[in-house]
T-cell receptor, first 118, second 112 residues
């Protein structure tokens, strides 16, 4: 399957600092990437859809100024958690879809990034 | 309300037992996928089903898509400790374009 790589896999930061997480598609071009948040033993919660060359589309309840998304190229999307607080601690996962929007919707996921805010 | 209801949410069984995980909805899906996720990692795609009534097998795993394309099941035969993980169903509704909807997940633990 397609390969999606996420970095860093773990990050610990102090409250009030900003953290950037990168998501790269390694062997294909991803016009659209997705960012999810996951709490322990729970399903994935879609935060936003990242569109190459345009603004991200955020889900209801997700603060766009808090979670900045940039998709500057067809192989890279970044999520920046600004002024992080302990409640932002979570597992963040990106994914990308191979092919056009008319396909079966299969997603390939990154390895995830565990953010801990002290 | 959850668009895709997955059950059971938690399942703990002994090695060698069989199990079935269900994914149900009142909506029709043009496709449905099953993913497996291990702690600290991203989900990995197991299978995609697109045709009503379709059955796919992956070694000891059998996936079925309901005739009306509103539900799906995952059956594992002779479970092994290596099957432990979070199983997620996800689907693309016919009315939602390409947007993927996830179920709540089933946390499976297979004890040796």
């Amino acid at each position: 399957g397609a390969v999606v790589s996420q970095h860093p896999s773990r990050v610990i930061c102090k409250s009030g600092t900003s953290v950037k997480i990168e998501c790269r598609s390694l062997d294909f071009q991803a016009t659209t990437m997705f960012w999810y948040r996951q709490f322990p033993k729970q399903s994935l919660m879609l935060m936003a859809t990242s569109n190459e060359g345009s603004k991200a589309t955020y889900e209801q309840g997700v603060e766009k100024d808090k979670f900045l998304i940039n998709h500057a190229s067809l192989t890279l999307s970044t999520l920046t958690v600004t002024s992080a607080h302990p409640e932002d601690s979570s597992f963040y996962i990106c994914s990308a879809r191979v092919g056009t929007v008319t396909n079966t919707g299969e997603l390939f996921f990154g390895e995830g990034s565990r953010l801990t805010v002290l | 309300t959850q668009l895709l209801e997955q059950s059971p949410q938690f399942l703990s069984i002994q090695e060698g037992e069989n199990l079935t995980v269900y994914c149900n909805s009142s909506s029709v899906f043009s496709s449905l996928q099953w993913y497996r996720q291990e702690p600290g990692e991203g989900p990995v795609l197991l299978v995609t089903v697109v045709t009503g009534g379709e059955v796919k097998k992956l070694k000891r795993l059998t996936f079925q898509f309901g005739d009306a394309r509103k539900d799906s099941s995952l059956h594992i035969t002779a479970a092994q400790p290596g099957d432990t993980g979070l199983y997620l169903c996800a689907g693309v509704r016919e009315t939602s374009g390409s947007r993927l909807t996830f179920g709540e997940g089933t946390q499976l633990t297979v004890n040796p």
